[in-house]
């Protein structure tokens, strides 16, 4: 019955293909039901080349494996393969194919911080001690593969390899078969969709193998799981010791970025073969999309290794800080945004009129000549001593565009760079080969005060738009007789920066912007100025003319916020063995804070202004809070299930993420989708003037996890012109693993002039809900959005 239907199946597709010589062919995931594989076909690869060798017709032509780029079986079932359009929606409708999903692309969004999360003492912390340091643990980098000869990936001391594990440690170029060890005990690369859609790499620029020629997946991978290393620091800055979160868990790397990208079908293999190798957690310091989770290959890879019990924690992008940036905001993800810690390096710059701008930088070559002042040139600017454009294009110029520069003018001088366009790494080769002896990369207003330090190829540092401001303006105020001079004095590390933490500029904020019932990020951790492992083969700047070599590096970015989360899970994990994902992240988040080292409410680093729970979700992370949470807010993968009927996904969208048919009538009776039992609460509701008041209510189930009988009492820090009433206001434990129920009614004001809201603006009011027991604080940010109608 089933071949038949299949083969009718073929028969309709052939009767479609004709004149779609123009639809070019692109890259599909195919989703199927692996239960509904026809009894004629031995293996489903065989079923899954069959359906697209007939959906694609005679004219196909197929690389020598075949026309299959991946078939998946762990973390979801189905396979990748390169199709017209046409073809992909003939299969989409047919029998046993769940979902058919274009590929997408995505990029890369990069040691004190063991020691600012408090994870560095003598004995050893409890988290550490009773975790044994996470050694059973797996620990998945999805990244641009690893430099595995790095002392951070040293194997001394560890035990044998945990019995779990069933990965494979794959070979090639740069990468001999003896590289993993018991430290490093898996790796492989996943090629195959990008060079389906780009061509063949080029294997002078890139290997096929799982080396690390980026820097970024070594970086991350030793923020997760570095081993102790003494001393470490990059070209003489943040000297100390550098060790990952969770020093003794294994790593496991699977290289999925190149040269063009990381891409859908790669990343999905990547997470397929995680699965069934039997890691623990997921690392992905990777941008997200925002399409419906039934679209997003990496919400879909996600929820299948969430289903087998593995923590994902995913950046949330470095789209910020304007609102609606994050991405990766399933709920069964972890989205973890990026805070500065109390370690800053000052360059600031001196100009000859007496002023001095802030400034940072880990620069490490030669300095500039002491006591010295150098002139400044400007190419943004006609007036003023002198322009540096060496086409008289002065917007690239002023952005420091390669070839952009004249050398006769710039040379020996210090020049300024607006922040934009290249990368400010690559400004500052630009500047050093026209004959610049050193830079200011200068933010323009929409970057705001944001700062980063990079370890450029020549003496530099980089400025706020204020600063920024200053300088230009002095700039265009010099003349031939008198012009502008500055110097760059740098200062090195500085410990005990107040404030700290701040929530970095770039990171991306809320509200989620494909289901706002669900707050993301969900939390911060370090991500500014991180010092982490650095492959021998690549310049520090990251650029192929920088030819300085460094053990480590210091990158900034949600990429770097993200290992911090997956090596606490591992070590959380280590510590509660039955926890699931949910109650992993439910304790990251209900022990997170939102106060900064001078006691206050932290604040945004692109304004000086007090963050709020778009920006920062639950707050920073605080490891040794998370060991012992006192309650959880669990959620099993049905509940997931009855959230997506909630979004009113249809059941086929749901089966394309759950690989089950969903019936969604007891879900959708039982409430809405701010009723998924998560750590934080989050209303939205239309202002539309002429209510006056907008309530709803939300259902939440603690599990006590934090020993025996114990009483909790709500606290309630209600948002602005709302009142907020939790029922029962008490709860009364017996025994561990006890889950108790209640209910929060959240009754919110209209704004004041509702009315005169623009339309499409929105107010946010937040609040916190605190469950209290005499030893544990368990808080939940409480976040209600007012929406102006459209129109
Ligand atoms: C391959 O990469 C090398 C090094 O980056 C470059 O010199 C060469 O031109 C590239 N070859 C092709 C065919 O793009
Ligand atoms: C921090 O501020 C709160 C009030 O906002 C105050 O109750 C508390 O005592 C302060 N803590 C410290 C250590 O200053
Ligand atoms: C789903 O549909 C119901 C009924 O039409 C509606 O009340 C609810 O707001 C919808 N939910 C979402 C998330 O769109
Ligand atoms: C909150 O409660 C007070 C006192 O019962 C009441 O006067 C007020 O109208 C309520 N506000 C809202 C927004 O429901």
Same mark, same amino acid.
């Given at each position: ?60 032509? *197929? ?108 070979? %090639? ?12 005990? %898996? ?43 003494? &001393? ?28 063009? $990208? ?58 910020? =800080? ?121 933010? $323009? ?53 107040? =404030?700290? &933490? ?76 039955? *926890? ?190 605190? *469950? ?20």
């Amino acid at each position: 019955m089933v071949v038949v239907r299949l083969l009718l199946l073929l028969a309709v597709v052939a009767g479609v293909r004709g004149g779609e010589d123009a639809d070019a062919s692109r890259t599909y995931i195919v989703r199927v039901d692996a239960d509904a594989k026809p009894s004629a076909f031995p293996t489903h690869a065989h079923w899954y080349e069959s359906a697209v060798l007939a959906a694609s017709g005679p004219g196909g032509e *197929w690389p020598e494996g075949g026309p299959l780029i991946h078939t998946y079986s762990a973390a979801l079932h189905g396979f990748s393969a390169r199709m017209s359009p046409s073809a992909a929606a003939a299969l989409a409708g047919a029998p046993g194919v769940a979902a058919v999903v274009p590929e997408r692309v995505r990029h890369l969004a990069t040691t004190r911080s063991p020691g600012f999360l408090g994870l560095l003492s003598s004995p050893p912390s409890a988290i550490l001690a009773d975790s044994d340091f996470g050694s059973d643990l797996v620990i998945a980098i999805i990244d641009t593969g690893i430099s595995p000869a790095h002392r951070s990936f040293h194997d001394r001391g560890l035990g044998p390899v945990p019995p779990k594990w069933r990965g494979v440690c794959a070979s %090639g170029p740069g990468f001999p078969p003896n590289s993993c060890n018991r430290k490093l005990v %898996g790796a492989r690369f996943f090629s195959a969709g990008y060079e389906a859609t780009s061509g063949r790499m080029n294997e002078t620029a890139e290997v096929r193998s799982p080396l690390d020629n980026d820097g970024h997946g070594t970086h991350t991978a030793s923020i997760a799981a570095g081993r102790y290393v003494f &001393p470490a620091s990059t070209l003489g800055y943040a000297r100390g010791v550098a060790s990952g979160m969770a020093p003794k868990a294994r790593l496991a790397a699977y290289k999925v970025c190149w040269a063009g $990208g990381c891409f859908d079908s790669d990343i999905l293999a990547a997470f397929d073969a995680a699965v069934a190798e039997g890691v623990d957690v997921v690392s992905l310091s990777v941008g997200g999309v925002v399409v419906p989770y039934y679209l997003d290959a990496i919400a879909i890879g996600a929820f299948g290794a969430t289903e087998a019990g593995i923590v994902v924690s995913a950046s949330a992008g470095n789209g910020g =800080p304007g609102g609606l940036t994050v991405t990766n905001v399933a709920p069964w993800m972890t989205t973890v945004g990026a805070g500065s810690m109390d370690r800053a390096f000052p360059a600031n710059v001196r100009l000859g009129n007496g002023q001095v701008l802030d400034g940072v930088s880990v620069y490490g070559g030669p300095v500039l000549q002491s006591g010295k002042m150098y002139e400044l040139v400007y190419a943004g600017t006609s007036s003023g001593a002198a322009s540096a454009s060496s086409s008289g294009d002065g917007y690239s110029a002023s952005m420091c565009l390669d070839g952009s520069l004249d050398p006769a003018a710039v040379r020996g001088k210090i020049v300024v760079c607006d922040r934009g366009v290249n990368s400010r790494a690559a400004k500052g080769d630009v500047v050093h080969r026209a004959g610049g002896v050193g830079m200011v990369l200068a933010n $323009g207003v929409f970057d705001g005060e944001g700062l980063v330090a990079d370890c450029h190829v020549l003496p530099a540092s980089a400025v706020g738009a204020a600063s920024g401001e200053k300088l230009r303006k002095y700039i265009a105020s010099s003349t031939q007789q008198k012009p502008a001079t500055g110097t760059i004095l740098f200062q090195g590390t500085h410990l005990g920066v107040h =404030p700290a &933490p701040v929530v970095a500029a770039f990171s991306a904020r809320g509200p989620n912007p494909q289901s706002p019932e669900i707050l993301k990020p969900d939390l911060i951790a370090p991500g500014l100025n991180i010092l982490a492992a650095w492959p021998n083969g690549v310049g520090p700047a990251g650029i192929p003319s920088d030819g300085r070599r460094t053990e480590f590096n210091i990158l900034s970015g949600t990429s770097m916020a993200c290992p911090h989360i997956s090596g606490l899970a591992a070590l959380l994990k280590a510590a509660h063995p039955t *926890w699931s994902p949910a109650a992993i992240k439910s304790a990251l988040m209900t022990t997170a804070y939102i106060k900064d080292n001078r006691n206050g409410t932290m604040v945004d680093e692109s304004t000086g202004k007090v963050a709020d729970v778009f920006d920062f979700g639950a707050g920073h992370v605080d490891p040794m809070l998370a060991m012992d949470p006192g309650l959880i807010y669990d959620i099993t993968p049905g509940d997931y299930v009855s959230f997506l009927c909630n979004l009113n996904y249809t059941g086929q969208n749901i089966r394309a993420i759950t690989r089950r048919p969903a019936d969604c009538r007891g879900a959708r009776r039982a409430g809405h989708a701010g009723n998924l039992n998560y750590p934080s609460l989050s209303a939205t509701f239309v202002a539309d003037g002429i209510k006056p008041t907008m309530k709803t209510h939300f259902i939440r189930t603690v599990t006590n996890v934090g020993g025996g009988r114990s009483v909790y009492h709500a606290t309630v820090r209600a948002p602005a012109g709302s009142n907020v009433t939790v029922q029962p206001k008490q709860l009364a434990f017996r025994r561990d693993g006890q889950k108790l129920s209640f209910t929060v009614h959240v009754e919110t004001a209209a704004p004041v002039r509702a009315k005169k809201m623009e339309p499409g603006s929105s107010e946010v009011r937040s609040g916190t809900l605190t *469950w209290r027991d005499g030893r544990h604080a368990v808080n939940s940010p409480i976040v209600v959005t007012l929406q102006a109608p459209v129109q």
